[in-house]
C-alpha cells in the first residue's frame, strides 16, 4: 500500500506586496467557512487573491467570483455592524448581507 500526502480542499493562493515585489503565499482548509473567512481577512488586508483551488482543481468563473462575493459581503457585514451597532440578522435584512 502506497501512502500519499492528502492536499487540502481549499488552497488560495495569494501574494502580499513587499518592498517592490509580491510574495506568494498559500491558506489551505477542508472547511469552506474557513475559506471564506480567510478570504474575506484577505481583502480587507489588501492581498492579491492569485487562485483558489477546491479538490486541486482551480475554481475559475462563476465559482471563483461567487467565494469572493461571498467573503466580500461577510466583510461589508462586519464593517456595518460595527459602524452602525446592529446586529447581523438587521444587516442582513435591510443592505442584503449574508446572514
Known amino acids: 500500500m502506497e501512502v500519499g500526502f492528502m492536499t487540502a480542499k481549499y488552497d488560495v493562493e495569494y501574494a ?3 518592498r517592490g515585489f509580491f510574495q506568494i503565499k498559500n491558506f489551505e482548509t477542508d472547511d469552506p467557512v474557513a475559506c471564506e ?18 479538490d486541486g ?19 461589508a457585514q462586519e464593517h456595518l455592524c460595527k459602524s452602525l ?15
Open 37 to 54: 473567512t480567510f478570504l474575506m481577512q484577505a481583502l480587507e488586508k489588501g492581498y492579491r487573491i492569485q487562485h483558489i483551488h477546491r
Open 57 to 75: 482543481a482551480p475554481l475559475g468563473g462563476a465559482r471563483f467570483d461567487n467565494m469572493i462575493k461571498t467573503a466580500a459581503g461577510m466583510l
Open 16 to 18: 502580499l506586496r513587499g
Open 85 to 99: 451597532e446592529v446586529d447581523s440578522v438587521e444587516a442582513h435584512y435591510r443592505f442584503g448581507c449574508p446572514a
